[in-house]
C-alpha cells in the first residue's frame, strides 16, 4: 500500500496498522504468506471507518476471526485483512439472553453460559475460533449449530453503515448464513435456556472427549476440509478411496480422521491445496461424489 494511503488509514482508524503481516501466525493451520496491510480495529466507528476507507479507495479486504477456517495462500493476501479477533470481546447475560462481542472465543462463551446455569451451547465446545466466524458460518457439531440459539446480530455492511438484523432477518443452513459477503458482524445475542450446571457441564465435557477422540486434536489444522455431503460423511468418503496417511510436502491427511489435513511442520498452502485436489479427483472419479469444501481458501499463490 502506498505510503500516503498508509498515512490517510492511520488518520481515519484507530487501533494498529500493520504492513506485511506474515498471516501464518493468525491460523490455526500455522500457513498463509504475508497481508499488505492488517488492521486491528479499537471499535465499531473503526471497522466503519476501515470499510469506507476500503469502498472508497478499491481496496480489498478480508476479515479475520480466529483464523481456524482459513487456508491462506503462500502469496498472502494483496489488499486489507480486518483483524477481529481481538476486539468486541465483551460478553454479558440479561436474564436468559446473553450478548457476546463476535471476538469473543467459542469456548468462552460456552464456559460463561455453563457457569451461569443457561443451556444450548454445549455442542459449541471445543469448537475454535470466535463468535463472528462461527456466526458467518453456522459452526456447529453433535446436531447442534450456532444458528439454534442465536436471536440477533449487529453487524457493520460492506458499505460502512451499522444494522442489527433479528433471528427471522436471516437464514442458516449446514455450515451457512444469509449474511452479507464482508459484513462485519460486532454483535450476537442468545436467547438460552435455564438448565441444571451440572447436566450442562456433563454435555459440555463429553463433547469434549469425543472431539479429542475421533479429531487429530494435537495437530495444526483448520478442521474438516470438506462439507459432508448429503447423508454421507466426508471423512468416510476420503478414507473409502485409500488417501488416510497421504503426504505431500509436509501436509498430510490425518490418519486418525480422512477430513483433517494437518501440518506436520513447516506445510505451505501449496502441500494443502496439492491434497485437496488430489482428494477431490480421487472421490469424483471413484465414488461419483463432488466434494465441497469447507474451509475458505483466500490470497494468493
Ligand atoms: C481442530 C478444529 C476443529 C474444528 N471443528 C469444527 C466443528 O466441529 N464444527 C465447525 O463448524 N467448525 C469446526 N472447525 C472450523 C472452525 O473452527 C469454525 O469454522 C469457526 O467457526 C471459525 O471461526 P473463526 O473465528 O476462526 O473464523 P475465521 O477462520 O477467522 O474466518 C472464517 C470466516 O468467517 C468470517 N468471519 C470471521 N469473523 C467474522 C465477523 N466478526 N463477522 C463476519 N464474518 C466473520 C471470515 O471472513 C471468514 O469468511 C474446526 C477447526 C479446527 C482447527
Not at 500500500?1 to 490517510?8: A, F, I, Y
Not at 487456508?71 to 494483496?78: A, K, S
Amino acid at each position: 500500500m502506498k505510503r500516503e494511503l498508509r498515512e490517510t488509514l492511520e488518520r481515519q482508524v484507530r487501533g494498529r496498522v500493520l504492513s506485511g503481516e506474515p498471516l501464518a501466525q493468525y491460523t490455526s493451520f500455522g500457513i498463509g504468506g504475508p497481508a499488505d496491510v492488517m488492521i486491528v480495529p479499537e471499535g465499531v466507528e473503526d471497522v466503519q471507518a476501515a470499510l469506507t476507507f476500503c469502498r472508497d479507495e478499491g481496496i480489498a479486504y478480508i476479515l479475520l476471526g480466529g483464523g481456524s477456517n482459513l487456508l491462506v495462500r503462500d502469496g498472502g493476501f494483496r489488499g486489507m485483512v480486518l483483524n477481529l479477533g481481538g476486539v468486541f470481546t465483551h460478553l454479558h447475560v440479561e436474564g436468559r439472553r446473553v450478548w457476546s462481542g463476535t471476538g469473543v472465543r467459542l469456548s468462552r462463551l460456552v464456559a460463561f453460559c455453563s457457569k451461569g446455569a443457561l443451556a444450548g451451547v454445549e455442542s459449541l465446545a471445543g469448537i475454535p475460533g470466535t463468535v463472528g466466524g462461527a456466526v458467518k458460518g453456522n459452526a456447529g457439531a453433535f446436531g447442534g449449530s450456532i444458528a439454534d440459539h442465536l436471536a440477533e446480530v449487529r453487524l457493520v455492511t460492506p458499505q460502512g453503515n451499522q444494522q442489527a438484523l433479528s433471528r427471522d432477518q436471516m437464514e442458516f443452513s449446514y455450515r451457512r448464513s444469509s449474511l452479507p459477503e464482508g459484513c462485519v458482524v460486532v454483535e450476537a445475542a442468545f436467547d438460552l435456556e435455564p438448565g441444571d450446571p451440572v447436566r450442562i457441564r456433563r454435555r459440555v465435557s463429553e463433547n469434549l472427549i469425543q472431539r479429542n477422540r475421533g479429531q487429530p486434536v494435537e495437530w495444526r489444522s483448520a478442521g474438516s476440509v470438506f462439507k459432508n455431503p448429503p447423508g454421507e460423511y466426508a471423512g468416510r468418503l476420503v478414507e473409502k478411496s485409500g488417501l488416510k496417511g497421504m503426504r505431500i510436502g509436509s501436509a498430510c491427511i490425518s490418519p486418525k480422521h480422512g477430513n483433517f489435513i494437518i501440518n506436520l511442520g513447516g506445510a505451505t498452502a501449496a502441500d494443502v491445496l496439492a491434497l485437496i485436489d488430489l482428494i477431490t479427483h480421487r472421490v469424483r472419479e471413484e465414488m461419483h461424489v463432488e466434494l465441497e469444501l469447507e474451509v475458505q481458501v483466500v490470497g494468493e499463490d
